[in-house]
């Protein structure tokens, strides 16, 4: 009876596990439409329309710091030089997306 009660706790747990999904997990494709809606008159096809040198390539995100989720929604949230701050214009969660949109784009080459 112990090892039949052991066994099932083990299998409700592990298929408690499995249907559960990480709280953060980003929605990219949202991301590509907030991205379309705010980010692209600017960084269409991940370029820089200000500042050329200062991409959403690859490469560039690694020279500046710029290449993980979390430094790009700080950016994104709080703006920098000619960046405008989106906080407060979009969510959070809009912000994640978006933000994991970038990453994942860059990462596959625009």
């Given amino acids: 009876m112990k090892i039949f009660l052991t066994s099932l706790l083990v299998a409700v747990l592990s298929f408690a596990v499995l249907l559960v999904q990480p709280a953060n997990a980003a929605d990219t494709a949202k991301g590509a439409q907030i991205f379309s809606a705010n980010c692209a008159a600017c960084h269409a096809g991940g370029l820089n329309v200000v500042n050329s040198m200062k991409t959403l390539q690859k490469a560039d995100l690694e020279k500046y ?4 989720v979390e430094a790009i929604a700080y950016q994104v949230t709080n703006g920098k030089a000619a960046m405008p701050a989106f906080r407060g214009r979009l969510t959070e969660e809009q912000i994640q997306d978006v933000a994991s949109y970038v990453l ?3 990462e596959q080459g625009w």
Wanted: glycine residues 14%.
């Fill in 65 to 68: 710091g710029m290449d993980s």
């Fill in 104 to 106: 994942e784009q860059a």
